[in-house]
């Protein structure tokens, strides 16, 4: 598995310790005499040997279960403390790495010296992250245990900047082995990105206002976050952690759903002008403000919203009623300098019958005086 040539290491043989890992990861002597095999292998003054050694020990690291990945990382972390009576040094000490320099003499191999420097660094530090973050409680915490947040956030940008760094170097050497660590060590972004999520959300959640410091750190992880994953955006992220900290929960997202209905009918309304959409302005807020869901208190942020729209809604109803007043009072002029055809032909029919009579009256009157 650790032969020192530029192959990749055997999957096969990778994926059958993890195995053996998972099932005995509560056996301590078991993980001690794997570890203590790689330390002398990683120990070896050869460049292939020490990266392969490092990728073994990354490579388990990520296969293994949760449980097992835990009793790994703790046996990593105190055996680094153990002195290895057999080669009178530490186990995985770093100094050994440093003794590689003098067996390498190709280009090749000078560029892996160069490649074992970052990627020890990035696998250690990833082991302690990884301890510290399963320590750690992502529910909920206090103010005191801010500062513990903001430690666990920075090593992660540690962790990631190492790994950028580590992969525009393996990006200059082209071997199986090398893809293999870089293939590695792009697994873990993904990890690494829902780590740093997890606690910013968390610390946005919980937080108000920051400090300068905690500032500059919470602006660095929000640029960290967008390196990892493109599609992130930290503007929708502060917006929800500013509804869930004065009181959001999952239960009020059809109150969000029916405010942005609300808001979208208001607009139509403005724009129309109809006076029946009142009517369902206010009916979407009678559904807003008294449905089931509503015994739950309404954050602030959408309360703020609620009376906006309250506000649209009346503008838009005193500015109906006024149009309508206007309309009316126009219609009554228009109906009081207007004469109904049937009515006007009726009364100059009258008035001629009247004329007419009184001539007849008068031709009477005037025979009967001769």
């Known amino acids: 598995m650790t032969k020192p040539n530029s192959a990749e290491i055997p999957f096969t043989q990778l994926g059958e310790l993890n ?212 599609d992130f955006h930290p503007e929708s992220h502060f917006e929800k952690a500013n509804m869930e900290r004065d009181g959001y929960d999952d239960n009020i997202v059809p109150i969000a759903e029916n405010i942005v209905d609300m808001n979208r009918l208001c607009d139509n309304t403005i724009s129309s002008a109809k006076g029946s959409a009142d009517a369902n302005c206010h009916g979407i807020i009678d559904k807003t403000l008294h449905s089931d869901q509503q015994s739950r208190s309404i954050p602030v942020s959408l309360q703020k919203v609620i009376e906006k729209s309250t506000k649209n809604i009346s503008h838009v109803t005193s500015s109906n009623q006024s149009r309508l007043k206007v309309e009316s009072t126009n219609k009554s002029k228009k109906s009081l300098g207007r004469v109904n055809p049937i009515h006007k032909s009726s009364t100059y029919d009258n008035v001629g019958a009247s004329r007419k009579t009184k001539t007849e009256q008068s031709k009477n009157h005037t025979s009967k005086s001769k």
């Open 19 to 230: 195995t053996f890992i998972d099932l005995e990861f509560d056996n301590a002597e078991f993980l001690i005499s794997i570890l203590a095999k790689l330390s002398r292998k990683f120990a070896e003054p050869n460049v292939y040997t020490q990266s392969k050694a490092l990728l073994a020990l990354h490579s388990l690291f990520q296969r293994a279960s949760e449980e097992a990945k835990i009793s790994w990382c703790e046996a990593i972390k105190s055996m680094r403390e153990e002195f290895d009576q057999k080669l009178g040094i530490y186990f995985f000490s770093m100094e050994v790495i440093e003794a590689a320099s003098t067996s390498a003499d190709t280009v090749l191999e000078l560029q892996l010296l160069a490649v074992n420097r970052l990627y020890s660094v990035y696998v250690f530090k990833a082991v302690d992250l990884h301890l510290a973050l399963t320590g750690s409680s992502t529910s909920s915490f206090q103010r005191k245990e801010l500062n513990k947040v903001i430690k666990n956030m920075v090593n992660i940008i540690e962790v990631v900047e190492g790994g950028v760094k580590l992969e525009r170097l393996l990006a200059e050497v082209d071997t199986p082995l090398t893809r293999q660590i870089l293939s590695a060590v792009l697994h873990d972004r993904k990890w690494l990105f829902q780590q740093l999520k997890k606690l910013y959300e968390l610390i946005l959640r919980k937080e108000s206002c920051f400090n300068q410091n905690e500032h500059m750190v919470i602006q660095q992880v929000e640029e960290t976050l967008i390196q990892l994953n493109s």
